[in-house]
């Protein structure tokens, strides 16, 4: 029996980014990049482990947006063309670097091996559909796929309106079903947003756990005597895991966290904004406006300016990711070592990360948990693996505990959704949330179309509380987009909710509104009752 156990849990969630008023959108790109840096990488090193015979477990959200995304005919066909064209132009580089640069040739070999292997993943292997790949680890016993609220909506600033919060929950459970053909045992709280009592409408939707920051566990009363070492049981009968700070800093952080290495690819430095744009033409929007195309050759070198970086090298990544991974396990070991000290049971670390973290952000990530799983596989029987699920299976019995309203990110109090940066968008969030309550009553028996613009109302609504909008708003990184989003949804619920109110209702307007907000088809406005 090991001393402890170690929980990784990766947040995978992406707003909901359809535009087929268009034939390529920029923000469409966040969702290609995440298949191409994050999810397919995943999905190899998972297919890699599996084949050895490695005893990995990893938990998974896959959120209601994400899974929609991957299944949606239009953007698989997009991604297509996207991948095929991150394939032809690293062929075109490896040409051009040997005759221009040598510095980047080697590199240039590796992206177009990479990009053919990601290609020949989605493509090939798993026939453009990666639902199908994590449900095949999932399985195996080795995955666990939780789920997210229906948008990914902020809960704790939706409380005043609890057939919202409701309606996140319950949508989002209905669509896990459908796709993944069973129910949800757990659950990502948008943000780990928790506020007492919301954790009755996970438990009517038979959800057994979910996740909150450190801080949610360590100010719980009365306070667990185990900290976050231990999931406790909230009076509502749902088992919270708390966030572990230790090794959540040590990925996290801007100072001390491993993808800071000065070896690991530089993010910041893209060709798309270095090579002619007469060379790049095939591979930019039609508008001749720049973006990253996916392609960098540099490491992060230091604190230095971008003009200053080295040249990345893939074999001096690889070897700090290794002994990242080593270094990581090793200080598992310690913490748990330490921690079995005062408890009556193994102890349990739990760290949570956005999946982007690995592989987009940290283009090496994919490799550290592969080498880290492995390390744990046949190096040690101190720390292994689990799922939150496997967990509560060995250990049933809880302490019951009262959580405090919290948050992750900055101060852990929501104030990274609730600023004077974003303020503005709740009255209108909370307005529309009633009106579609009422109109969920109004209706008892609404014609076809009555019934579908109800519907598209309620997807409408969905689409605007995406905690996402918020979050850009505050981050500062494309605000007009996220302000557009937000307006455009509520201004479209506004037209079906005057129209449902008395107005005419026209067939064409409802149609393109189906057409471009198409998210749970098989929804029902009576979840708002």
Same mark, same amino acid.
């Given at each position: 029996? %090991? ?8 947040? #995978? ?33 998972? =297919? ?29 066909? !997009? ?30 070999? +590796? ?16 026939? /453009? =559909?990666?639902? !199908? ?16 609220? #229906? ?14 919060? !409701? ?28 506020? *007492? ?31 976050? +070492? ?36 530089? +993010? ?14 095939? +591979? ?29 090298? &893939? ?50 990530? %994919? ?33 019951? #505990? ?24 709740? %009255? ?37 509380? /995406? ?19 937000? &307006?455009?949804?509520?201004? !479209? ?27 749970? *088809? =098989? ?7």
């Amino acid at each position: 029996m %090991p001393a402890g156990y170690w929980c990784p849990v990766l947040h #995978a969630h992406l707003p909901y980014v359809r535009h087929p008023e268009y034939p390529e959108f920029l923000e469409e790109d966040w969702f290609f990049e995440a298949i191409t840096e994050t999810y397919v990488p995943l999905i190899l090193v998972l =297919d890699g482990l599996l084949a050895d015979g490695v005893d990995y477990r990893l938990t998974m959200t896959l959120s209601p947006p994400v899974l929609s995304m991957l299944q949606d005919p239009l953007l698989v066909s !997009r991604y297509h063309r996207y991948i095929d064209r991150l394939v032809e132009l690293s062929r075109r580089e490896i040409d051009r670097t040997a005759r221009e640069d040598a510095r980047f040739h080697d590199t240039a070999r +590796f992206y177009h091996h990479e990009f053919s292997r990601i290609r020949e993943c989605f493509r090939g292997t798993y026939g /453009s =559909d990666l639902v !199908r790949a994590f449900r095949k680890h999932r399985d195996a016993g080795k995955l666990e796929i939780i789920t997210c609220g #229906a948008t990914h909506g902020f809960l704790p600033l939706m409380d005043g309106v609890p057939q919202a919060v !409701r309606a996140q929950i319950q949508i989002a459970a209905q669509h896990y079903r459908k796709v993944l053909g069973r129910d949800p045992a757990g659950i990502w709280l948008p943000e780990c947003g928790y506020m *007492p009592g919301q954790e009755r409408f996970l438990a009517e939707a038979g959800i057994r756990f979910s996740f909150i920051e450190s801080h949610g566990i360590t100010d719980a009363h009365p306070r667990p005597s185990h900290g976050t +070492f231990a999931p406790i049981l909230a009076p509502g009968g749902v088992a919270f895991f708390g966030r572990d700070t230790e090794s959540s800093r040590q990925v996290w952080s801007s100072e001390s966290g491993y993808p800071g290495d000065n070896d690991y690819r530089e +993010f910041y430095k893209d060709v798309g904004w270095e090579l002619p744009l007469e060379y790049l033409a095939d +591979f930019m929007p039609a508008d001749g406006m720049r973006k990253n195309v996916g392609l960098k050759y540099f490491r992060i070198t230091g604190k230095v300016g971008l003009g200053d970086k080295q040249p990345y090298v &893939r074999a001096w990544a690889m070897e700090k990711a290794a002994s990242h991974a080593g270094d990581f396990l090793q200080r598992r070991q310690q913490q748990i070592r330490e921690a079995a000290a005062g408890m009556s049971q193994p102890p349990l670390v739990m760290s949570p990360y956005d999946a982007e973290l690995y592989g987009h952000w940290w283009y090496e990530g %994919p490799e550290f948990l592969n080498f880290l799983f492995r390390k744990m596989h046949h190096d040690q029987d101190v720390v292994k693996t689990t799922t939150p699920s496997e967990h509560l299976d060995r250990h049933p019995e809880l302490e019951l #505990a009262q959580p405090p309203m919290c948050t992750w990110g900055a101060k852990g109090y929501a104030e990274v959704w609730l600023n004077p940066g974003n303020d503005w968008i709740y %009255p209108h969030l909370e307005i529309a949330a009633e009106r579609m309550v009422e109109l969920a009553h109004r209706y008892q028996q609404p014609n076809d179309r009555e019934r579908r613009a109800l519907n598209q109302a309620a997807r409408e609504l969905l689409l605007a509380q /995406s905690s996402d909008w918020a979050f850009i708003m505050k981050t500062n990184t494309m605000v007009e987009y996220a302000i557009k989003r937000t &307006r455009d949804h509520v201004a !479209r619920f506004d037209y079906l909710y005057r129209t449902l109110s008395g107005g005419f209702l026209e067939e064409p307007i409802l149609q393109e509104f189906e057409s471009r907000d198409n998210i749970f *088809p =098989d929804l029902d406005y009576r979840v708002y009752r």
